[in-house]
Nanobody, 119 residues
């Protein structure tokens, strides 16, 4: 089992910045990807960014060039640095741990942290 705890959400003005953290604990897999997904009001959940245990990152089109995902392996923590925030970035941001096993993938989720972008 993998437990994920997010932090860093809050209220920020348009154009501002915010950093989210996701601390992982438990029994880790040898191959996995961690990432962030978000779900805004009345919207479906969408990919924000992912990073593999090898460090390869990918981003959703809506956040490219504004958000940066990074990881601290020693702390088992993934970060999402968000800049140039827009009102449409308002959403619950959830941390995801996707393990690759011989039987397929297995997803673990945090409870989410709310980011509100408003003046």
């Amino acid at each position: 089992q993998v437990q994920l705890v997010e932090s860093g959400g809050g209220l920020v003005q348009p154009g501002g910045s915010l950093r989210l953290s996701c601390a992982a604990s438990g029994s880790f897999f040898s191959r996995y990807t961690m990432g962030w997904y978000r779900q805004g009001p009345g919207k479906e959940r969408e990919l924000v960014a992912t990073i593999s245990n090898g460090g390869s990152a990918s981003y959703g089109d809506a956040v490219k060039d504004r958000f940066t995902i990074s990881r601290d392996n020693a702390r088992n923590t993934v970060y999402l640095q968000m800049t140039s925030l827009k009102p449409e970035d308002t959403a619950v941001y959830s941390c995801n741990y996707r393990a690759s096993t011989s039987l397929g993938t297995r997803d673990y989720w945090g409870k989410g942290t709310l980011v509100t972008v408003s003046s």
